[in-house]
């Protein structure tokens, strides 16, 4: 078996080593044999063993560390990669078992849930049409681009699709910048547009408290240049007609301005480049203990104890008009030109809310900061205030909250962004804009909450008529009859068995509300007239079947 | 420099070659060299080369072919993880050019548009209320393997999510396979539905014809046992009285059933396995001639051409209750029991049609298949005939299509789809279902079309009064005005400028359609009135102030 001139074998064994930088350095590992047979029989076995090391730069995405020690999504693509790669190990992927269930943090709307949210939209879309707006819809992905840089820390919620040749794309994280990019693209300077549509946010669900990770939101937004501070007070109106017309119990709009919070920033020593980070932290309070949120400022923001005790005492401050004045008096924030300008528009604002008859719901409040970078004055938020709706966080327990009412998260929130659509005009003209965005979800949650606990049955069908026989083979009559009444706009609905009882009939009406029954009989069919039955009160009455559609409309004319 | 004992240096080359089928082949070069350096100080240098093959299955995502001889998505997969490594050899991916554009295949819809969506989507949902149906929604991804086996061919076009942990998705390509999923994980056996939402189908667009990436489906199901073709005949009445209210001009409904194509098929010789790939280029004939249908039977699905011939035969066939009589005696077909079937219940069908007084515009049709895998009984498509509507594709050129009418492309379609849901049930139970789709996005094409020619305008608010002022300084009275107005339900507007002139306060009446102005002055407020304007007329009349809002509700009575 063994040539005459030997026999050569060569065995290599590779070990590749991922490093944390993302570097790759692989080892090879060879058996250099030689197999030769002399002249006696006997084989002679040369072995020789090499190594060779090779170090491959970035065959891993570099793995990038973001500030608050968190790794951006890249980490999760390379565990795509491994996670598919064991799938094709494993044969066929995905079949192994089978969960019947909606994507984590999403959720089905049931014909119950639906009828709800209808009536929310209604209450929505019929303010925001009293106040003049126009509405606008854009696709549900964007080009990843489009939404890079424009949401600071939360851009790792961002939900990418799936590089499958062509445009990278990520699903919208929320209307606003959308709306910048639809008015940056066909130069639109004014508009006043509201716009209902689910966005998408990787964050950690927690749906019993209506937090998901498919959501609605619900903006109204209004951009142009005009005289300061009087759409802004609009938005706030409208925040408060919602809020009081969807009864959901007491609230309370919290007013801000970024001005006010960089300048604050300025005169207690921050550093500049640390303005955005710290306001992350700032925006916590709503959440977490004033203790905590310095521990975050001093261990993981690196401001110094003294920095952080000087902002604590500015953010513990509440107020109205009187302390927009007060601090317009306060020797060192009266110091930055930022503070001086954003108090001189909220004072403004407290004047026109004034004339909107809407100042006692709301508060100046210095704790008030909303996460997203792109805010550039004015800035509010509304909470609920009554107990009995359910709680999205620990209570807050800031500093200086005196008054006992237990916060229950916001509600809606939102505020001025005049830079956003700079950003992305080509010639970075600029578009200010401001808005609201009214959080629908923790609203359905409570409606829905509502009517659980209500004795009003909610009516998922519209349904007035139900075309009803008591007797056999009218099938056919039943359908003709049916026809008749869609035809004439009437709703109507009959079984789709050639004999049902009547009995069922009656029952489903029952079930869903339908209250009128028209009961065909081979009597009635005889006399040309329709038995009218009214499912409530159990009345009976013959109707000419000429008669039939106009007695039905006058007996549901309320529904 | 050499050591006494020799210097070792083994080169290794690798070489990969990637096999269509998705294995791997690797070379290995071996460099094997020994230098040696003797007494006399020269170098002898031996150089063994070795080579090695190794086969590693399955690198590479297995590469499936299509039928169509297209491949699946992995390609993509792999063409995805290319462009990521080229990105990172780039450095930064992405900061190259930024282009403002919604992603391929999408758009927005602007006040317009919306306007009209908004007018098309009253009528379809007031159809389905007459009908007595409820609405559910359900989120725009799904686990990928929800969607995984139901769209043969078509499962190329689903668009995924980039894996960024936890669970894989994909935006649904359907409104039907997200009901099914919802039928089966919450057990329900009888529903009748409506659902109206996006979904998104990595497709060719063609968007000037109205064909997009993302998309409005509309979608109306009846899920439950009943008694054969009833739920059926509703789906058709509704498709009737849906392209009858919105006025896009004369349509047609084509019938058939997969029981008498699969029927048809058999008695023709085509086998078994073929079936639904044949199905697929039958459904082809509306997009292209026979001869090409054919030439794809013979050529890419490998009939016999005789078989292809007497496919020919039948699919050329179409005509109303006479042919599934003529059909029923066919002495071919009528020994398919699949066949005896579908014609016995088209025949079943045509007579609730006729009490549904719809068969003026219903034809049974033998080359209708429709594409998706799941149907398994009755099938239809709705196109319009007229001309002058948006074309889709080429006209119909199929055999047999007598009249002179042409076929300008489907605007509905749907069938009876038994064992989807089974599909999704732990114990496999089934829930027969029937159900249409609205092609509401052709909709929307032809009634914005529509409206480009009509010279009414659309508006694209609903404001009733404007609140303006001749005078300068009333800024604050218009305010408090517009509030009032507002608190009262008026849906009314107000200038954002201190001093806006009266002039471009009438144009924004003038552009925008608001009928009315509510006129404040210095007069007006001494005297206690507003001067109320009609935008149309120019007639101007001084309103006291205690009954404008009843004035204003009454002369908008019918806006």
New interface residues.
């Given amino acids: 078996m063994i040539p005459a001139d030997g026999l050569?074998l060569?065995f290599?064994f590779g070990l590749n080593i991922f490093c944390w930088s993302g570097a790759c350095v692989s080892f090879?590992f060879?058996f250099?044999c030689t197999a030769k047979m002399n002249t006696l029989g006997l084989v002679t076995l040369r072995v020789?063993a090499?190594l060779?090391g090779r170090r491959t730069l970035?065959v891993l995405?570099?793995l990038q560390r973001s500030s608050s020690g968190m790794t951006i999504?890249q980490?999760?693509?390379e565990?795509?990669?491994l996670?598919?790669l064991k799938a094709?190990?494993d044969g066929d992927d995905?079949k192994q078992t089978?969960?019947?269930?909606?994507?984590?943090g999403?959720?089905?709307?049931?014909?119950k849930q639906?009828a709800i949210?209808e009536k929310v939209f209604n209450t929505i879309f019929n303010c925001f049409?009293?106040?003049?707006?126009?509405?606008?819809?854009?696709?549900?992905?964007?080009?990843?681009?489009t939404l890079?840089g424009k949401y600071g820390e939360d851009s790792k919620l961002i939900?990418?699709?799936?590089?499958?040749?062509?445009?990278?794309?990520s699903?919208r994280y929320d209307l606003t910048v959308p709306f910048a990019?639809?008015l940056?693209?066909?130069k639109i300077t004014n508009?006043k547009?509201y716009h209902i549509a689910?966005v998408?946010r990787?964050d950690n669900p927690a749906m019993t408290r209506g937090r998901y990770r498919?959501f609605y939101q619900c903006d109204f937004d209004?951009a142009?240049q005009?005289?300061p501070m009087?759409?802004d007070?609009?938005c706030l109106?409208i925040v408060h007609?919602i809020l009081s017309e969807l009864e959901l119990g007491d609230f309370r709009i919290k007013v801000n301005d970024r001005r006010i919070l960089d300048g604050m920033f300025a005169v207690c020593g921050v550093p500049d480049e640390k303005f955005r980070t710290v306001c992350s932290t700032v925006d916590k309070l709503d959440k977490l203990p004033w203790e905590e949120v310095k521990n975050e400022m001093v261990k993981e923001k690196g401001l110094p104890e003294e920095v952080a005790d000087q902002i604590g005492g500015y953010v513990s401050l509440q107020g109205g008009m009187d302390l927009v004045e007060r601090l317009l008096e306060d020797p060192k924030l009266s110091k930055s030109s930022d503070a001086v300008a954003g108090l001189k528009d909220i004072k403004q604002l407290f004047?026109?809310l004034q004339?909107?008859?809407i100042t006692d719901k709301v508060a100046f409040d210095l704790s008030l900061a909303r996460g997203l970078d792109y805010y550039t004055g004015v800035i509010y938020e509304a909470i609920l205030t009554q107990a009995g709706v359910p709680q999205t966080q620990d209570p807050q327990n800031g500093p200086g909250v005196e008054e006992a009412s237990v916060s229950v998260g916001s509600i809606a929130g939102g505020g001025r962004y005049d830079g956003l659509v700079g950003m992305?005009d080509?010639k970075g003209r600029k578009v200010p804009c401001v808005g609201v965005s009214i959080g629908i979800e923790r609203i359905f949650s409570i409606m829905e909450q509502k009517a659980e606990t209500s004795a009003e049955k909610v009516r998922?069908?519209?349904?007035q008529v139900m075309v009803a026989s008591a007797q056999k083979n009218l099938?056919?009559e039943r359908?003709?009859l049916t026809?008749e009444l869609?035809?004439a706009?009437?709703?109507?609905?009959v079984m789709?068995?050639?004999n049902p009882k009547l009995l069922s009939q009656l029952q489903h009406c029952e079930d869903t509300g339908?209250p009128l029954v028209a009961i065909l009989g081979e009597q009635e069919l005889k006399d040309g007239v329709v038995k009218l039955r009214n499912v409530t009160t159990r009345e009976e009455l013959n109707i000419p079947r000429d008669s039939l559609i106009e007695e039905i409309k006058k007996r549901t004319a309320d529904c």
């Avoid at 089978?98 to 984590?104: G, Q, S």
């Avoid at 049409?129 to 681009?145: M, N, S, W, Y």
């Avoid at 998922?460 to 349904?463: N, S």
């Fill in positions: 050569k060569i290599c090879f060879f250099f020789c090499g060779m970035h995405p570099r999504p980490i999760d693509e565990v795509a990669r996670l598919q094709q190990l995905g089978f969960v019947l269930k909606t994507p984590k999403t959720r089905d709307y049931n014909p639906m949210r049409k009293r106040h003049g707006a126009e509405t606008i819809d854009t696709p549900v992905f964007e080009l990843k681009e890079t939900y990418d699709l799936k590089d499958q040749g062509g445009e990278l794309l699903l990019r639809y940056a693209m066909n508009i547009r689910k998408y990787r498919e209004i142009g005009y005289d009087i759409p007070a609009e109106k007609e004047v026109y004339l909107f008859r992305f080509p998922t069908t519209e349904t099938l056919e359908l003709k026809a869609w035809d706009g009437v709703k109507a609905e789709y068995k050639k339908i």
